[in-house]
């Protein structure tokens, strides 16, 4: 069984400063881990993934993850926040077989001040 | 990229009516489709998973007569609410895999409102 842990259900941060979503994962295989973003009324929209490639993780809107086996954890980051930053933040993990069938975490609510 | 496409994206229906959600890959093949259910302000839970051709897999405590799914085709799934309430009322979400990638495409989600 697989699950993800996403500790802080609201994150509020200024504009211009670090993003730090935390996400931490349990599973007995191999995990591929995921961070999507979806905006109000949205789907869901894939920031980025890790599939057992390189551990650092590169996505889009300067989001970036980095894979830490030891720690079990997938964190997401951004160097600097915008104000259109702000979303709910959900991250997933799938042991690759099954076609993904993915298991989500509770999510975490992005809020960008001025 | 890949995309799937959900319809509607918004539907309002009557108390003890059926509603059905149409879920399109349109570009690729999809084996296999998943069906979500996300509650106001909350996660995604996976209702079902469904395989081309084949009966569908409800995960526990979902309700296989409530929420009908069909895959009948590689390109099209559908979830069919029969005879909603307003606790069905909620944000639903499918998401579309083709064999060797690495991630499934998800619909843009419907909303559905039981009145």
Known sequence: ?114 | GAVVSQHPSRVICKSGTSVKIECRSLDFQATTMFWYRQFPKKSLMLMATSNEGSKATYEQGVEKDKFLINHASLTLSTLTVTSAHPEDSSFYICSAYTPGSTEAFFGQGTRLTVV
């Open chain 1, 1 to 114: 069984a697989q699950s993800v842990t996403q500790l802080g259900s609201h994150v509020s941060v200024s504009e211009g400063a670090l993003v730090l979503l935390r996400c931490n994962y349990s599973s007995s295989v191999p995990p591929y881990l995921f961070w999507y973003v979806q905006y109000p009324n949205q789907g869901l929209q894939l920031l980025l993934k890790y599939t057992s490639a390189a551990t650092l993780v590169k996505g889009i809107n300067g989001f970036e993850a980095e894979f830490k086996k030891s720690e079990t954890s997938f964190h997401l980051t951004k160097p600097s926040a915008h104000m259109s930053d702000a979303a709910e933040y959900f991250c997933a993990v799938s042991d690759g077989v099954g076609g993904n069938k993915l298991t989500f975490g509770t999510g975490t609510q992005l809020k960008v001040e001025l």
